[in-house]
Each structure stands twice: as structure tokens, then as C-alpha cells.
């Protein structure tokens, strides 16, 4: 068994059918030795999750949904390159929260997908440079969008 897949194992973790793009994109391109990952959205049982963070949904869900998007991202980063062990390290992660007016805890958020990668990856390979942004409105009108670049082989 690969590596990560065999740590995706120990952690419980099974990774879901890889999304279809909603429009003109493709859900990761490679460029060298880097993967380049589209913005993947908050799902829960294959369910865009929508609203305001803050307002809508609370803090701990949205950490989940940024969990559970970069779930969804490693299946896509998998159907991309065929393993994960292609995988050297995470280098950037942007997630964007559609957060409420008063809302201001955006890296709290962000975390559940940082801290999915550092759990998968270790903390040498996992941990990132990161932004966590709030913005008006997400597509479909989700809760959270996660966008990645990895270094691989």
C-alpha cells in the first residue's frame, strides 16, 4: 500500500469520487514540479453546504467543511497524478470564507484544512504558506472554497 494512502487509512479517511467541474477549468494542472489545484468548495454527503459563516453556519462546521474540502482535493490531486506519494509537500493554501458581516475568525476556519494536510502529510511535508480571505459570496453560495498548490516529483 502507498504511503499515503496508508496513512489516509490509519486517520480513517476514504477518499470520495473526484468533482466534476462547473465550468470552463480543470480541477488540477500540472506545470513542472508543482500541481496547481482549482478552488474546491464545502461539501457535506456530496451536498454543497451554503450560507454565511458566522451567520448561517457556525465556526466548528465551517472547520469541518474546510476539512472536508481538502478531503475532496486529495481525490482530485489522486485522479491527477495516480498517488499521492507523488506528493513532496503542500506549499500554498488559499481558503476563502463566505463569512457574515461581523464575522472575523476566517483562519480559524482555513485550519480545518491546514490542519487535514499537516495530519496527512506530516508536519514537514504539510505544513503551508497560507491566506484565509473573506468575501462576499462563493459560488453555488458555499461556505467555504479551499485552493492548493503542491510540490511533486
Same mark, same amino acid.
Given at each position: ?77 489522486? #485522479? ?55 468575501? #462576499? ?17
Amino acid at each position: 500500500m502507498a504511503l499515503v494512502e496508508q496513512r489516509l487509512a490509519e486517520l480513517g479517511i476514504t477518499l470520495p469520487d473526484t468533482a466534476t467541474p462547473l465550468a470552463n477549468y480543470v480541477l488540477a494542472r500540472v506545470s513542472g514540479h508543482h500541481l496547481y489545484v482549482s478552488g474546491h468548495v464545502g461539501k457535506r454527503d456530496g451536498a454543497v453546504v451554503s450560507g454565511k459563516v458566522g451567520d448561517d453556519v457556525d465556526r466548528d462546521t465551517a472547520y469541518q467543511l474546510a476539512r472536508a474540502t481538502a478531503i475532496d482535493i486529495l481525490a482530485s490531486v489522486r #485522479a491527477a497524478l495516480g498517488s499521492l506519494d507523488q506528493v513532496r509537500g503542500v506549499i500554498k493554501v488559499t481558503g476563502f470564507v463566505n463569512g457574515g458581516a461581523s464575522f472575523i475568525e476566517h483562519p480559524a476556519v482555513v485550519n480545518g484544512a491546514s490542519d487535514l494536510f499537516v495530519e496527512v502529510f506530516g508536519p514537514d511535508a504539510g505544513r503551508h504558506a497560507r491566506s484565509a480571505v473573506g468575501v #462576499a459570496q462563493l459560488p453555488l453560495g458555499a461556505a467555504v472554497e479551499i485552493e492548493t498548490i503542491f510540490e511533486i516529483e
